[in-house]
């Protein structure tokens, strides 16, 4: 078992930054990657980002270029900087760990970007 805990969201306007971060507990030596997905209103969970316990990332084609994803292994704290953002990136940020195949999330993070 995996727990996992969000925090960092909040509102920002257009052209700012946040900084999510997930603290990772439970069973966190088996954990291969960890990332997020994100949920905006009345639209499907989309995928964001991943690191894998080797540092290799990924990201959607939606935020390349504006956000980078990081970890500190020895916090077992998994890192979404998100800079530019655009009103569309509005949505509740999730949270996950890969553990022997099995996804555990977390409960989510509000990013609203307004002005």
């Known amino acids: 078992q995996v727990q996992l805990v969000e925090s960092g969201g909040g509102l920002v306007q257009p052209g700012g930054s946040l900084r999510l971060s997930c603290e990772a507990s439970?069973?966190?030596?088996?954990?291969?990657?960890m990332g997020w997905y994100r949920q905006a209103p009345g639209k499907q969970r989309e995928y964001v980002a991943t690191?894998?316990?080797?540092?290799?990332?990924n990201f959607a084609d939606s935020v390349k270029g504006r956000f980078t994803i990081s970890r500190n292994n020895d916090k077992n704290t998994v890192y979404l900087q998100m800079n530019s953002l655009k009103p569309e990136d509005t949505a509740v940020y999730y949270c996950?760990?890969?553990?022997?195949?099995?996804?555990?999330w977390g409960q989510g993070t509000q990013v609203t970007v307004s002005s």
């Open positions: 996950y760990a890969r553990n022997w195949g099995h996804n555990y």
């Open positions: 439970g069973s966190t030596r088996s954990i291969s990657a």
């Open positions: 690191i894998t316990s080797g540092g290799n990332t």
